[in-house]
């Protein structure tokens, strides 16, 4: 059974940072491209990055300089670091295997002062 676990999101101020994990399970993580995805309220879901089994990455217009996705194939997690936040960041931030289409269950990543 494949499980992906979001986790490091929550409240921050503009300009700040955060770092989203998400641990998989259930796969062979090292044979699956990794995305994080985020839906604001009322907008569609969107992609934010993704990282290729060779570690080629691709991402957002919006975030590309401020975000950064990695990947640990030993810990079986995919990160995506956060800088220089913006009020536009707040959403829910989803993980998903590329390979297999699944999706994490989401962590809030809200931007306020």
């Known amino acids: 059974q494949v499980q992906l676990v979001e986790s490091g999101g929550g409240l921050v101020q503009p300009g700040g940072s955060l770092r989203l994990s998400c641990a998989v399970s259930?796969?062979?993580?090292?044979?699956?491209?990794m995305g994080w995805y985020r839906q604001a309220p009322g907008k569609e879901r969107e992609l934010v990055a993704r990282?290729?089994?060779?570690?080629?990455?691709n991402y957002a217009d919006s975030v590309k300089g401020r975000f950064t996705i990695s990947r640990n194939n030993a810990l079986n997690t995919v990160y995506l670091q956060m800088n220089s936040l913006k009020p536009d960041d707040t959403a829910i931030y989803y993980c998903?295997?590329?390979?297999?289409?699944?999706w994490g269950q989401g962590t809030q990543v809200t931007v306020s002062s």
């Open positions: 998903k295997d590329e390979r297999w289409g699944s």
């Open positions: 259930g796969i062979i993580f090292r044979l699956s491209d």
């Open positions: 990282i290729t089994t060779a570690r080629s990455t």
